[in-house]
């Protein structure tokens, strides 16, 4: 019983440290390199790096596409989840895995079909033309490539959430007379407010990181259309490796930030439980 007990032990430890060992290979090490090259000049180089106005303005657009993305991404999130999980209707299940395109497609694809869409060869490129309205290589497509590789994260989220819930309490709820906005609010939201809450963080640390559809629309015009890995490329294509790592550790900063925000996120909803 104590050589099971001690195999098992080793075994145990052994599969932890290759999993710790992984970690700090793959994760670990590459972010103490990104802070140690920004910094390996001084100080004062990377202060430059950060402020200078092509980043600072990348840094804008990031925030700035973020927030519109999350905000977009939540008001379908909620919509589409509630359909889904509590209304029968024709077309659902198609519905339901089309929600999931973005993560079954590259995200340069995306950024390829609104070309096609809205470019100069697109079909709505007259109608938004007509309207003053640039799509592409401006920052409305950036956000719409945003908001395309972004979508799922909320819905998957709460769709979960919303069937291990049931529709027993809304009924009760709807049969004693209450209204579908109290339902939600009393009754829906409080079960659904931490998966929410957690699909807002992943949708937000996507969006502040995405690269590749919005590598397609954006046109790469510096101060305009480039957020902050797009710049960062920029700076490493023309080998200004100290400011490119510069600019890398606010991202870096970013993702930590809310990582300790989805860890409290995960310890909350686990409490109520």
């Known amino acids: 019983m104590n050589?099971?007990?001690?195999?098992?032990?080793?075994?145990?430890?052994?599969?932890?440290?290759?999993?710790?060992?992984?970690?700090?290979?793959?994760?670990v090490v590459p972010l103490i390199t990104v802070v140690a090259y920004a910094l390996r000049q001084g100080f004062a180089v990377f202060r430059d790096a950060i402020l200078d106005r092509y980043a600072i303005a990348a840094l804008q657009l990031t925030l700035f596409t973020t927030v519109v993305c999350v905000a977009v991404n939540t008001f379908f999130g909620l919509f589409a989840s509630w359909a889904i999980t509590k209304f029968s209707f024709p077309g659902k299940g198609v519905l339901s895995t089309l929600i999931d395109i973005p993560f079954s497609i590259s995200p340069v694809i995306a950024g390829l079909v609104l070309i096609l869409v809205f470019g100069r060869i697109g079909w709505a490129y007259g109608f938004f033309e007509s309207l003053g309205v640039k799509v592409v290589f401006a920052t409305p497509g950036i956000v719409l490539a945003t908001i395309f590789v972004t979508f799922p994260f909320i819905c998957r989220e709460l769709i979960p959430l919303m069937q291990s819930q049931g529709s027993e309490e809304e009924e009760a709820a709807a049969l004693m007379g209450a209204g579908g906005l109290a339902i939600y609010r009393k009754i829906t939201f409080p079960h659904i407010k931490w998966g929410l809450l957690y699909g807002l963080i992943l949708c937000t640390a996507r969006a502040l990181g995405e690269f590749g559809a919005v590598s397609v629309v954006s046109g790469h015009l510096r101060g305009k259309t480039n957020t902050l890995p797009l710049h960062i490329e920029i700076l490493f294509n023309e080998f200004k490796l100290t400011a490119a790592f510069a600019v890398s550790s606010v991202l870096v900063v970013l993702a930590v930030v809310i990582l300790i925000l989805k860890n409290i996120v995960l310890h909350r909803s686990k409490g109520e439980v």
């Open 3 to 27: 050589d099971g007990n001690a195999k098992f032990d080793v075994g145990k430890w052994a599969l932890i440290g290759a999993c710790v060992l992984f970690v700090f290979i793959m994760l």
